[in-house]
């Protein structure tokens, strides 16, 4: 039996686990939301798996992938399964089939149904992209990773859900938006305005930025994951990690029209209308838009909630500042408080 790694690769979306055997791709798995990060060999990564890797780094460029079905290890696979495997690989990028358009292409037209036993069997979702197979009336269907996965890789590509029915974001009746900040960690307050834009925008991008003049508490994989879980159930949400780039630059490179920010004070507002008029000067087509979070969670921020943790009755007390992944992160008891001092925020325990 041919040796087999483990390597795993951090997308926008989570954690993606290869397994290759024999120098080839054996098997790709989507890791949920929240799931604990999966391990990866000890050994040096081979030149293989980095090919991989690479190929993955292009499909969120929004490049080919460039690997062929010879790369996988399809031992298990019946030929019909090959075949079906083949024919999704030709399917491209932004393009969607259903079940009865993928038996046409195979010229079977009457094996739907197990048309529908073979993509779910794939071992290679995204290199053999079974997320671009949805159900009639172009509604999303299943998918292996479930369907926060599948929506992610379908907005990557350029479709939207509206009213259960996937449309294209070129449509100028979905409009993206980019709202952004460190998250660490997320808050209610933060959870105000990711739920109030998924209303007011077809698709909104949480965008995790890095000041490299900042110092955090959570890693930014960390962040990543606590905003993956805190918004697993809005399908149009996307989260994502931005550094070494202008908010605007990075809006512009999203395709966003809108950058929403929240005005807690006045401080604040002639911070965020400084940045606002500096971001027009930048890219007049994307517009800022404000909103001031209810009056019970208007102060709050990330670090007056890290500046509770640790004196006596803290739990309680944070329990209602942040959302429920966040406040078991909090909980574990495995935060490094990177700030000088006797406790967090660098105030005395």
Known sequence: MALSHKAVYESPFGPIELTIAGGKLARVRLCPAGEERPAASEE??????????????????????GVGLETFELGGATDFQRNVYRELMDVAPGELVSYGDLAARLGLPKVARALGRAVARNPMPIFIPCHRVVAQGRRPGGFGAGPRWKMSLLQHEGWYLREGELVRTENEDV?????????????????????????????????????????????????????????????????????????????????????????????????????????????????????????????????????????????????????????????AGDITWRQQGGGPEGGAK
């Open 175 to 331: 409009k993206t938006c980019v709202y952004a900040g460190s998250f660490d960690p997320p808050t209610m307050g933060h959870m105000y305005m990711i739920k109030r834009g998924a209303e007011m925008f077809g698709r909104l991008i949480v965008a995790v930025g890095i000041n490299p003049n900042k110092k955090y508490t959570f890693t930014l994989q960390e962040r990543l994951e606590m905003l993956r879980e805190c918004t697993r159930s809005l399908a149009n949400v996307e989260v994502d990690g931005f550094k070494s780039k202008l908010l605007v630059r990075y809006a512009e490179s999203r395709g966003a029209r809108y950058i929403l920010r929240g005005i807690r004070s006045d401080e604040d507002y002639r911070f965020e209308h400084t940045m606002r008029n500096l971001n027009e000067d930048l890219a007049p087509q994307i517009a800022t838009v404000f909103l001031i979070p209810p009056r019970q969670i208007c102060e709050l921020s990330s670090g007056f909630v890290k500046g509770l943790v640790g004196f006596e009755g803290w739990q309680q007390i944070v329990k209602s500042y942040v959302p429920a992944p966040v406040y078991e992160k909090l909980l």
């Open 44 to 65: 040096q990564i081979p030149r293989v798996v980095e090919a991989f890797f690479g190929a993955l780094a292009r499909y969120f460029r929004g490049e080919a992938l």
